[in-house]
């Protein structure tokens, strides 16, 4: 497991009073500690530990009781980090994998002995919900176009189109993601000419008797999408996307993480994450804007809004 802090800031110092999310993802586990800043919030902390929860999944759909005790005292740390800065009560919640596995209470029961933290298990359209608030927030109010957000997590994609005056009009969940896909199709690192064709062709046919509503704008979210953004900038377009691609299979997962200054963990499933969504773009017919937000962010701002509600 690998862990890295982002962002910190000591202290709050001016009487508001810190929210934080923790969010038990497929791939990583993050924590989001923020205060309430005018109508939006300003961070305090993030932080992200690789916990990879869908490589723990055993061939029955139980989740291994080792990686059970490793995500169980990563989020007792985080905890103790978000109270640190003020933030009493943390929230955390749980999506895909936790939600998929036959023995996911024995997650929850874990997590909470160990950290006294209760974890809301997300249902794919509350997942969808948050993350499109999460996404959309610093869109300009008066944006009127129809809006596809696109979340490709580790072992889930979702997808979640609506507009700001409305919110989500329409979503839906694939049981494809990033990690599931590295797991199941590349072995060598980096991954072979053939290895990249065989899950390029697997991602292909997950999507091909799918047809997505028009949309005028498309955002995509997430791991995968966030790191693209330093290697290729804040729009990603088919060409964009393949270049990417060539670019981190080059070489070892060591030196890629290295010159692009990523956690091992995020170059071995980045070209997965790449495909996805590029597959996604091209059915949508449209190119993705990298958002700065997504589901923690959506939670936050919720949990901020019911101090003063």
Same mark, same amino acid.
């Given at each position: ?122 249902? #794919? /359209? !509350?997942?969808?919900?948050? @993350?499109?608030?999460?996404? &959309? +927030?610093?869109?300009?109010? *008066?944006? %009127? ?91 990603? #377009? /088919? !060409?964009?996307?393949?270049? @990417?691609?060539?670019?981190? &299979? +080059?070489?070892?997962?060591? *030196?890629? %993480? ?52």
């Amino acid at each position: 497991m690998a862990e890295k802090s982002n962002k910190r800031a000591n202290g709050n110092g001016n009487g508001k009073h810190p929210a934080a999310v923790i969010d038990i993802g497929s791939n990583t586990t993050r924590l989001l500690v923020a205060e309430r800043s005018g109508d939006g919030f300003r961070e305090l902390l993030s932080q992200r530990a690789f916990t990879r929860l869908s490589r723990g999944i055993k061939e029955d759909g139980s989740i291994a009781g080792k990686k059970i005790d490793e995500l169980a005292r990563t989020v007792a740390t985080q905890v103790k980090l978000a109270k640190v800065l003020g933030a009493d009560d943390p929230y955390a919640m749980a999506t895909a994998a936790t939600r998929d596995a036959s023995n996911g209470d024995d997650l929850l029961k874990a997590v909470h002995e160990e950290s006294g933290v209760k974890i809301d298990v997300l249902d #794919e /359209h !509350e997942e969808a919900r948050l @993350a499109f608030m999460g996404a &959309t +927030r610093a869109l300009p109010a *008066e944006t %009127a176009e129809r809006i596809a957000v696109i979340d490709v997590g580790g072992g889930s994609t979702e997808v979640a189109i609506g507009t700001l005056s409305d919110g989500v009009k329409w979503s839906t969940s694939f049981r494809i993601g990033s990690g599931m896909v590295t797991d199941r199709f590349f072995a060598a690192d980096p991954p072979s000419v053939d290895d990249l064709d065989t899950a390029r062709a697997f991602v292909d046919e997950m999507f091909t008797d799918y047809n997505f509503p028009q949309v005028d704008l498309a955002i995509a979210i997430g791991g995968s999408a966030s790191s693209l953004r330093r290697m290729v900038g804040g729009v990603l #377009e /088919h !060409e964009t996307m393949e270049r @990417a691609i060539r670019l981190i &299979t +080059r070489n070892a997962a060591t *030196e890629m %993480a290295d010159d692009f200054g990523l956690d091992i963990e995020r170059v071995q499933v980045l070209p997965a994450g790449i495909m996805i969504l590029e597959d996604i773009s091209i059915r949508l017919g449209q190119p993705l804007r990298i958002g700065k937000g997504g589901l923690r962010e959506g939670k936050l701002l919720e949990l901020l809004a019911a101090q003063v509600a």
